[in-house]
């Protein structure tokens, strides 16, 4: 029977190798794990095809400088970090492929809810109807949770314990966000009138 390839043990330590070599080996380790995952890969996972003793984030910002002048670039999101192509490529990949990198459409409508989501989270679609005065449609839902910007939260402790809807990594991605800390300020997008005043989260939902 064929060995099974993950039974082999990676060498971490690198330690017959010279200490540049070592590092740069480190590097190519980590822009081929980040190559090869779609979605943000955190530091603890990238740490485990280093040595015991490298910074990750060292290695990070030597893979960066390494890939200057590239199309593309290692990008920190959603807690971890990603491959991303530059935005100045965006024009040349709608052009060839006739899709945008990040190109969700969105209606505006679409944006304000989701918007009300990502502030009052976990909120039910009653919360949301707090918010907008009238009742958000399952559809509208629908369309936020095909892109996967969206997802299904705790259970409402309010009567028929109804669903909550919560966001998700891939609108940390779509947003370049690395947290929901670094949403901006609400008052600020509220007296500008791109997000629709309402209770705080804790009582949105």
């Given at each position: ?6 039974d ?10 010279p ?18 995952s779609?979605?943000p890969?955190p530091?603890e996972d ?6 015991q ?6 290695l ?12 593309f ?16 490529y ?6 060839a ?5 990040q190109?969700?459409?969105l ?8 918007a009300?989501i990502?502030y009052?989270?976990?909120i039910t ?10 009742e958000?449609?399952r ?7 095909a892109r996967?910007?969206?997802g ?11 669903y ?5 990594e ?5 947003f ?8 901006p300020?609400?008052?600020?997008l ?15 939902a």
């Amino acid at each position: 029977m064929a060995k099974d390839h993950t039974d082999q043990a990676l060498d971490r330590e690198l330690e017959d190798l010279p200490a540049d070599l070592r590092w740069r080996e480190w590097m190519r380790r980590i822009e081929a794990v980040l190559f090869a995952s779609a979605s943000p890969v955190p530091r603890e996972d990238l740490a485990r095809v280093v040595g015991q003793g490298a910074s990750v984030d060292l290695l990070i910002d030597d893979l960066m400088a390494d890939l200057e002048g590239h199309s593309f670039d290692v990008v920190k999101a959603a807690g971890g970090w990603m491959m991303r192509t530059r935005p100045v490529y965006a024009v040349a990949i709608r052009t060839a492929a006739d899709i945008g990198n990040q190109d969700l459409d969105l209606r505006e409508y679409d944006v304000a809810v989701l918007a009300a989501i990502a502030y009052h989270q976990p909120i039910t679609r009653d919360g949301l109807k707090g918010i907008f005065g009238k009742e958000i449609k399952r559809d509208l839902i629908g369309r936020l949770h095909a892109r996967g910007l969206i997802g299904t939260g705790p259970r409402s402790p309010q009567r028929g314990a109804p669903y909550t809807y919560v966001t998700t990594e891939q609108f940390l991605v779509a947003f370049d966000l690395e947290s929901l800390q670094d949403l901006p300020d609400r008052e600020q997008l509220e007296d500008a009138g791109m997000m629709a005043s309402g209770p705080e989260p804790s009582s949105a939902a």
